[in-house]
T-cell receptor
Framework: ETGVTQTPRHLVMGMTNKKSLKCEQHLGHNAMYWYKQSAKKPLELMFVYNFKEQTENNSVPSRFSPECPNSSHLFLHLHTLQPEDSALYLC??????????????FGPGTRLTVT | GENVEQHPSTLSVQEGDSAVIKCTYSDSASNYFPWYKQELGKRPQLIIDIRSNVGEKKDQRIAVTLNKTAKHFSLHITETQPEDSAVYFCAASMRDSSYKLIFGSGTRLLVRP
């Protein structure tokens, strides 16, 4: 257990549904990330949050909406998705501002299927 | 922005042989280069990293080399074992201005017993 949990682990949703992915880190980190992992682009950065502030939005469509209420929790709200959005969504966290380690710790991912 | 290219996409080696995976990056300002290993059905995990002020780093059977002039870095695995079979990702980052990682496309390594 790396200390980063994600729920749900699997999600099937229709294109008109609204759902949310949840990530929680128990490592005391101050930065959190959303990645999309698919066959076409294996590890594609979507969003970066540092101390609850969004510092990066990697040209992600607005049908993906992130939320970071505190340094331990990160959400990805989904609405009107397309079949090509089907992928594994990975959350990660890291402790920024120190020189000892830059490691990002990944969660187990949510396998999303859009029908 | 930064772009990272990784080769080969698949690599098959006999147990005990060495494996080498290569990556190139585009932004000369990048100064941090980690390697992540992702076993089937599992999350990516950091196995080794290197910063731009060194040219080589070793940790038991794995090593990473960096050529800043040519803007490429490589992962070397010696005496490969079946448990080394996984997908390996390289990444690059400009640590002074950002901590986002730009990943390569991954290399699927198969170690044949």
């Amino acid at each position: 257990e790396t200390g980063v949990t994600q729920t749900p682990r699997h999600l099937v949703m229709g294109m008109t549904n609204k759902k949310s992915l949840k990530c929680e880190q128990h490592l005391g980190h101050n930065a959190m990330y959303w990645y999309k992992q698919s066959a076409k682009k294996p590890l594609e950065l979507m969003f970066v949050y540092n101390f609850k502030e969004q510092t990066e939005n990697n040209s992600v469509p607005s049908r993906f909406s992130p939320e970071c209420p505190n340094s331990s929790h990160l959400f990805l709200h989904l609405h009107t998705l397309q079949p090509e959005d089907s992928a594994l969504y990975l959350c990660a966290s890291s402790q920024e501002g120190t020189r000892s380690s830059y490691e990002q710790y990944f969660g187990p991912g949510t396998r999303l299927t859009v029908t | 922005g930064e772009n990272v290219e990784q080769h080969p996409s698949t690599l098959s080696v006999q147990e005990g042989d060495s494996a080498v995976i290569k990556c190139t990056y585009s932004d000369s300002a990048s100064n941090y280069f980690p390697w992540y290993k992702q076993e089937l059905g599992k999350r990516p995990q950091l196995i080794i990293d290197i910063r731009s002020n060194v040219g080589e780093k070793k940790d038991q059977r794995i090593a990473v080399t960096l050529n800043k002039t040519a803007k490429h870095f490589s992962l070397h695995i010696t005496e490969t074992q079946p448990e080394d079979s996984a997908v390996y990702f390289c990444a690059a980052s400009m640590r002074d201005s950002s901590y986002k990682l730009i990943f390569g496309s991954g290399t699927r390594l198969l170690v044949r017993p």
